[in-house]
């Protein structure tokens, strides 16, 4: 029996590795030559007005590939009149963004190349973009993914920010990446931010001590206290405070986050745990000393993450509008 179970776990890995493999540089070349110029600029236009997109569609991205693979699933609207709930509604996601930059770039995909991209790839792709945008790496991208037709919210379960590094690193295993993906990829977190209430508890009441988390630097604690504790409380989640996870370069991607990190300046709890877990400890000192070293890393995790569990071929479809599968014919 454990052979037959070895042989099944080699064969799914194989399948997938042949899978992945028919993605391509340059898919679009014949059908759709102006595809990637297309989604580069709609993703400069919103970076010269906004450039907190950057931490938006990573996130983005990791939430989708993190359910069912890389196939946009994330990306559906819930249909009320048909009582259906889909991925974006789940609680891990409820604070994710950048629906609305992905909609323009495929209306006008659409009016230039009808039913031709992948909502998919038009993710992959805009998260290159928005990379290099910010300072990080610029890597190629392969194209070829078709859309999903499934949008659970049953089957989000993403790891949270209070999970420990063991947790998380578990779940990344089961998605096909390892050790070095998980810190590399939550190295994203250099440009991103957090509302209040993913880590309210560690300045005011960490593990119901009534306390601060004794790993946080204690200028930090009263500068976040100040922050979330504000007079009137928030009615909707525009008004609730955020802080950006990197003080210091918060809207470039570089290894300064795991400098911070060293310092007791984490302001998630996974965060800071990278820096003290054992597991984890030494790629983050690896990184915060070596800028190169973390920047060839997110390249290489990114691709491999836009890997997971694709559809191409025949499977899936491609969108039309990216809210909603394509009607019946």
């Known amino acids: 029996m454990k052979t037959v179970a070895f042989l099944l776990v080699f064969l799914c890995y194989f399948c997938q590795d042949f899978v992945s493999a028919q993605l391509r540089i340059g898919f679009y070349n014949s059908n759709c030559p102006k595809a990637e110029s297309i989604v580069k600029s709609v993703v400069q236009k919103r970076f010269k007005s906004d ?4 931490g938006a569609l990573l996130r983005l991205h990791f939430h989708d590939c993190g359910v069912r693979g890389c196939d946009a699933s994330i990306l559906i609207d819930s249909d009320s009149s048909k009582n259906q709930t889909s991925e974006k509604d789940s609680g891990p996601n409820f604070t994710v963004r950048g629906y609305e930059l992905i909609d323009e770039i495929k209306e006008k ?5 009808p039913s031709t991209v992948s909502c998919a790839d038009i993710v992959s792709l805009a998260t290159r973009d928005a990379v290099a945008l910010a300072g990080g790496p ?7 993914r078709r859309d999903g037709l499934v949008s659970d919210p049953s089957e989000v379960d993403l790891p949270g920010p209070t999970r420990s590094v063991s947790e998380v690193l578990q779940f990344f295993r089961t998605i096909g990446l390892n050790k070095n993906d ?4 939550l190295g994203a977190h250099t440009v991103g931010v957090a ?12 593990q119901g001590t009534g306390k601060p988390d004794p790993t946080m630097d204690p200028e930090l604690v009263t500068r976040l206290f100040k922050l979330c504790n504000t007079s009137s409380p ?6 609730v405070p955020t ?3 990197d003080q210091n370069t918060s809207f470039v991607v570089d290894n300064q986050f795991y400098n911070q990190i060293l310092h007791k300046k984490g302001i998630l709890k996974i965060d800071q745990e990278l820096a003290l877990d054992k597991l984890s400890a030494p790629i983050v000192s690896r990184f915060a000393a070596n800028g190169n070293a973390f920047r060839k890393s ?14 191409v071929g025949d499977d899936g479809e491609i969108r039309k509008n990216c809210r909603v599968f394509n009607s019946p014919n």
């Open 195 to 206: 509302h209040c209430f993913f880590f309210r508890s560690r300045v005011s009441n960490f």
């Open 182 to 185: 998980m810190v590399t990829l």
């Open 109 to 113: 995909l659409e009016s230039t190349c």
């Open 138 to 144: 610029k890597y190629t991208v392969p194209t070829g």
């Open 51 to 54: 450039r907190s997109i950057t």
């Open 298 to 311: 997110f390249a290489k995790s990114l691709i491999k993450m836009g890997n997971i569990n694709v559809l």
């Open 243 to 245: 802080a950006f996870l």
């Open 234 to 239: 928030p009615t909707t989640l525009s008004d």
